[in-house]
């Protein structure tokens, strides 16, 4: 008969799991924590790794061609097989207008029709829309592919007609952008035009955004996908940017051709989500074992009579096992059962923030991923038995240690501790030699090696601690201190388990804030170092802001992104990353990257760009070499570096010229213009002027078009205005309205999902905090109620209640110290190297979450240490 069948062992767990439930009882709140935790994690993997951009525009097309929105690079890392990277680009891939007639040769296609998008900029409806508003345009007769019908009026017939989605709230007869509205279509905000009109707007003859294949009766999508797919093939059609092969989407497949941004920011959360479960599931490791070892180890008589009366080391092990899994394993399917809520609460509150999660992107939740709560819930408790196995693999054979409650000689405990002390050390080395992600990594894992080695330390640790603080306990501590002294001496490894998580709680934190913190400063101080502009003016360009009295110069700011091919440590990487398009002749005065090599003047050439002194060293490139960049795109262009600049955690690792950048976005109209003015732009008391606020501040007439035409000229003044739909102001550039008014906003790039990055980390990093604030209070609590006894004792042979609250306090404020010290020197190695390589610079904290950090470690500590032993269980 096996052991876990034994009947004896059966009884033995369940008479230990009445004895001891309270004991248990931390590590039940533990575990519905770990679970709950983990669980909502994987609906958000799961959700994420199902979701799909949103199929609006092309419901009613059974099969869209488009361009390949995603890039791929093979490389032959060091001695293994080819492995192929892959990343998501977020600028329209163009497919050429032949493609059209192509299709509408295929059997089985009634029609194909091509389908351009564009921005119209100018004046709303005669009802009172705002000055500057912006419409997103398209041919008449692509609103078939919604298919979106007229409800008043008629289609367009010239170019001056436009018919409007009900979401505009335009009627027939009124006047948008300049044109006369003569219908109204069901379906969102958009203005539709002529197809001639459509092409005109888009500005790039011979090339379409994607062209709808909509089908005979009758004919199955899969029938004419398959006859799609081989026209193409056969006519060797390739897209106008890459020259990859024409894709023909279906399904869900359809929406990443209508919005671009949502499949690689499902790829980005999809990265965020797996990065944070393996630091939740390490942290879940850490403390579990920890409270499970402290359970199993305060039992170390009852199982040394268990030993002496005939058990079996093998039924000892088992019976601790059933315990385990008993309580562990309602805890996991409670747990399991409050990830849903936890994970369904968390998404809703996701998806409303506006600008989050880019617009089309689904995440669903189908029924059946309601399913991996309970594999969860299993990993948690096959977790826990395999921390009993551990846990009591020498029963038999360190009796007596556990008798004394000391640590033993732990020689492999002891090797294995340095050996990953070590290892933190060279993870925290190796990120001051990497940036950016590498860099965060390598900080993260140097912080979970090294918390790993103190909690394999954690006796030595605390009796190395306790030697220093010996003798003032002792001398200035009076009776209380004398206590405390001894019982350290004595029970090193209690002393030892009730640090650890105290540690880990306040590694952990200061290196999740520190570490954002001390980019975040950083980048700012560069933003505002580099803006240096006057005046920033939206919805015009630097052409017609530079034609104002007083303007001495003006700069356009296109934001695109680039992907950089390159490899670390023999693996290959695609980076996408956020960059700017400037004019090189508008850069004095307003913005200043600080260059420390070559000139910026270059930049007025066309195949130039200028890198960041960070992005230069790991690319080993100078000022007249070469780098090797994807536009936003996918075009792949080889340019030659004119400067290197040192601000780029604020402007970016690259600067481009406009002229090379524009004709690869989307829509190249500037996101702002940024201009020096004669003697500053200043108000009455000498503040600086404001920037453009609302849509109606800026100085610029409608424009059309994305495919660089200009705007119309300007009216009035480059002056910032306030409100929406604000007067133009007349004559030169005017200063500041009223005094007082704010500076122009710091130029400062954003990283793709930076913003669902931060909100998704914010999120996890509470809840792992509060894992972890619990486990310091489980811990501290299961201690406490194991050393009753002992406090018993004491004020049996004399000590006073006042005096065990004393000693009790010493032992608090011990560990307390002890904690914020070792915790704050196991997260300063990697903070420091992660903030040097990042900033060059030293980690900074704000002084308000360093008080946060070490006022939530006293509370808890307090609470552990005194909640269990009540004053009347001491006056008992």
């Not at 059974?62 to 293994?80: F, H, K, L, N």
């Not at 747990?335 to 936890?342: I, Y």
């Not at 704010?742 to 996890?764: D, F, H, K, W």
Request: charged fraction near 15%; include cysteine.
């Amino acid at each position: 008969m096996s052991a876990v069948g034994n009947p004896a062992v059966r009884l033995l767990a369940a008479r230990s799991l009445r004895t001891h439930r309270k004991a248990w009882a931390a590590v039940f709140a533990a575990v519905v924590v770990t679970s709950a935790l983990l669980g909502a994690l994987a609906l958000a993997i799961g959700s994420a790794g199902v979701g799909h951009a949103r199929v609006e525009r092309y419901a009613a097309a059974p099969v869209v061609v488009a361009g390949d929105q995603e890039i791929s690079w093979t490389t032959d890392p060091w001695g293994s097989e080819p492995t192929t990277v892959s990343a998501g680009l977020t600028e329209r891939v163009r497919i050429p207008a032949s493609a059209v007639d192509v299709l509408r040769e295929v059997p089985g296609v009634r029609a194909a029709v091509p389908d351009d998008t564009f921005v119209v900029r100018g004046t709303g409806p005669d009802s009172g829309a705002a000055a500057g508003e912006v419409h997103r345009g398209r041919s008449w007769e692509a609103a078939a592919l919604a298919p979106y019908g007229l409800l008043d009026g008629r289609e367009p017939r010239t170019a001056g007609e436009v018919v409007t989605g009900t979401g505009t709230g335009a009627r027939v007869g009124d006047t948008v952008a300049g044109r006369k509205v003569v219908g109204v279509a069901d379906g969102p905000a958009a203005l539709y035009v002529t197809a001639q009109e459509a092409r005109r707007l888009a500005g790039h003859p011979g090339a379409v955004d994607a062209v709808g294949v909509l089908a005979e009766p009758g004919v199955p999508v899969d029938t004419l996908h398959a006859r799609v797919r081989a026209a193409l093939d056969e006519a060797g059609l390739k897209d106008t940017a890459t020259g990859q092969p024409l894709r023909a989407l279906t399904g869900d497949g359809r929406g990443g051709a209508e919005h671009l941004a949502a499949p690689p920011a499902r790829t980005e959360l999809l990265q965020i989500l797996a990065a944070v479960s393996g630091t939740v599931l390490l942290i879940a490791v850490l403390v579990l074992s920890s409270l499970v070892a402290q359970a199993l180890g305060q039992r170390g008589p009852e199982r040394d009579l268990l030993l002496a009366v005939g058990a079996t080391p093998r039924q000892v092990r088992a019976a601790a096992g059933r315990e385990v899994t008993r309580v562990a394993g309602v805890a996991a399917v409670l747990g399991a059962l409050a990830a849903v809520p936890t994970f369904l609460v968390a998404w809703t509150l996701l998806r409303a923030r506006t600008g989050v999660v880019p617009e089309g992107l689904v995440l669903p939740t189908p029924p059946w991923l309601l399913a991996s709560v309970l594999v969860v819930a299993a990993l948690v408790v096959g977790l826990a038995r395999l921390v009993v196995l551990f846990s009591t693999r020498s029963t038999g054979s360190t009796r007596s240690a556990r008798r004394g409650g000391r640590a033993g000689k732990g020689s492999a405990r002891r090797v294995s501790g340095i050996v990953l002390l070590v290892l933190g050390a060279a993870a925290a080395v190796t990120a001051t030699a990497q940036g950016g992600e590498a860099a965060g990594a390598a900080a993260g894992a140097a912080t979970v090696t090294l918390v790993s080695g103190c909690a394999l330390l954690g006796p030595w640790i605390a009796r190395g601690a306790m030697r220093v603080l010996d003798g003032p306990l002792r001398r200035l501590g009076g009776a209380p201190g004398r206590l405390t002294a001894a019982g350290a001496a004595a029970h090193s490894r209690r002393l030892g388990a009730a640090l650890v998580p105290v540690v880990l709680v306040t590694a952990f934190a200061l290196v999740q804030l520190t570490a954002g913190s001390t980019v975040g400063r950083a980048a700012e101080a560069q933003a505002r170092a580099a803006t240096t502009a006057d005046l920033a003016v939206s919805g015009t360009t630097a052409e017609q802001v530079r034609k104002l009295p007083g303007v001495t110069a003006a700069t356009d700011v296109l934001r695109s992104t680039v992907v950089l091919a390159r490899t670390e440590a023999g693996a290959p990487r695609l980076d996408r990353l956020p960059v700017l398009g400037v004019d090189a002749d508008g850069l004095a005065g307003t913005l200043d990257p600080g260059v420390v090599a070559g000139d910026l003047a270059g930049l007025a050439a066309r195949g130039t760009v200028a890198v960041g002194a960070d992005m230069a060293g790991s690319l080993d490139v100078r000022p007249g070499s070469t780098v090797a960049l994807r536009l936003g795109d996918g075009t792949e262009k080889r340019l030659r570096v004119v400067a290197v600049y040192e601000r780029s955690l604020a402007l970016g690792e690259f600067l481009l010229p406009k002229a090379e950048l524009a004709p690869h976005m989307t829509d190249p109209f500037p996101a702002r213009v940024l201009a020096a003015t004669e003697g500053g732009a200043t108000g009455p008391d000498g503040s600086a002027a404001a920037p453009a606020t609302g849509t109606g501040g800026s100085a610029a007439a409608p424009a059309t078009g994305t495919g660089g035409s200009a705007a119309a000229p300007a009216t009035g003044s480059a002056a910032p205005a306030t409100g929406s739909g604000a007067a133009h102001a007349t004559g030169s550039v005017a200063p500041a309205i009223g005094p007082g008014a704010p500076a122009v906003a710091p130029e400062q790039v954003t990283a793709a999902g930076a913003e669902l990055n931060g909100i998704v980390s914010a999120a996890v990093v509470t809840a792992i905090g509060a894992l972890t604030v619990l486990s310091v209070l489980s811990t501290l609590a299961l201690i406490g109620a194991g050393r009753r006894g002992e406090l018993a004792l004491l004020r049996q042979v004399g000590a006073s209640v006042g005096q065990v609250r004393r000693m009790l306090g010493l032992e608090a404020g011990f560990l307390t110290a002890a904690g914020l010290l070792i915790g704050a020197v196991v997260a300063a190695l990697p903070l420091t190297a992660f903030a040097w390589a990042m900033t060059g610079g030293l980690p900074y904290l704000p002084p308000a979450q360093a008080a946060l950090i070490a006022g939530t470690v006293v509370v808890t500590v307090a609470a552990g240490v005194f909640l269990p032993v009540s004053g009347r269980r001491l006056r008992r």
